[in-house]
C-alpha cells in the first residue's frame, strides 16, 4: 500500500499544505480574479447552459449502455461527420465575423 500524494512525487516531493499556507490566487479589484483568469462563453455554449435543464433520462442512458454491452449499439458515421463538418463552419464563421 502507498502512501501520499503520487502528484507530489513528480514534482519533486512538494510537501502538503497546512493550515495558513499561501492559497497561491491572486488579487485584484474584481473580488480576488485576476484579469487571466476570467472566462467569456460562446453564443453556442451559452445555448447550451441557458437550454440545459439539468436533468438526463436514465432509462436512455441504460438502453444506450445495455445496447452498447450486447454489441448491438449501431453508430452512424454519416451524421458524425455531418455534425462534425458543421461545428467547424459555425466556429470558422464565429471568427470571422
Not at 34 to 58: M, R
Not at 69 to 93: R, S
Request: aromatic share 2%; no cysteine.
Amino acid at each position: 500500500m502507498k502512501i501520499g500524494n503520487p502528484l507530489d512525487k513528480a514534482v519533486g516531493g512538494v510537501s502538503p499544505r497546512t493550515e495558513g499556507a499561501s492559497t497561491g490566487k491572486t488579487s485584484s479589484s474584481s473580488g480576488g480574479v485576476s484579469e487571466s483568469s476570467k472566462v467569456t462563453l460562446s453564443t453556442v455554449a451559452s445555448g447550451l447552459i441557458s437550454a440545459a435543464d439539468g436533468t438526463f433520462d436514465a432509462d436512455k442512458v441504460s438502453s444506450v449502455k445495455e445496447s452498447i454491452d450486447n454489441g448491438t449499439y449501431k453508430i452512424n458515421p454519416e451524421v458524425i461527420a455531418d455534425k462534425l463538418i458543421g461545428n467547424a463552419k459555425e466556429l470558422l464563421q464565429g471568427k470571422q465575423g
